[in-house]
């Protein structure tokens, strides 16, 4: 069920910092089962499809400047609640404002560079995920 997966993406800063265990460690600690993973460098006709919902904004350009500056690890995974329960655990998007042992709170430098995307919706999870992957309800 889409209801029960989630799309994340582990960003550039927290692989260039070498964060991308530490990452996945929290992650399936917490229970979440990774049903995909790759590592990938997004285009910059990727990273504008993936965040041309903030097209209009005036951070647009950086934050693909950003996605596009090194490689991600794209991953698909799989718990229930999956969606909620993602955003709880990677915090808020200003690592000072994310609770104490969230990924964003330990592994995030700013609000640009936060180390973690997480899909906001499951509708969200479902055209994120078969962005980078084929099929993302076959997992």
Not at 61 to 90: H, Q, W
Not at 111 to 134: K, L, R, T, Y
Request: proline share 3%; hydrophobic share 40%.
């Amino acid at each position: 069920m889409a209801a029960n997966k989630t799309f994340t993406m582990i960003k550039p800063d927290a692989v260039r910092d070498g964060h991308i265990g530490a990452i996945l460690n929290q992650i399936t600690e917490n229970g979440f089962r990774i049903v995909a993973m790759k590592m990938t460098q997004l285009s910059k006709a990727s990273a504008e499809k993936f965040y041309g919902i903030h097209k209009e904004r005036p951070f647009f350009g950086e934050l693909v400047e950003f996605m596009t500056s090194g490689p991600i690890v794209a991953a698909i995974l799989e718990k229930d609640n999956a969606v909620e329960d993602f955003r709880k655990l990677i915090g808020a998007t200003n690592p000072a404002q994310a609770e104490a042992g969230t990924i964003r709170a330990r592994f995030a430098k700013s609000i640009g560079e936060n180390a973690v995307h997480g899909s906001d919706s499951n509708d969200n999870a479902i055209i994120e995920g078969n962005q980078h992957f084929c099929g993302f309800d076959q997992f």
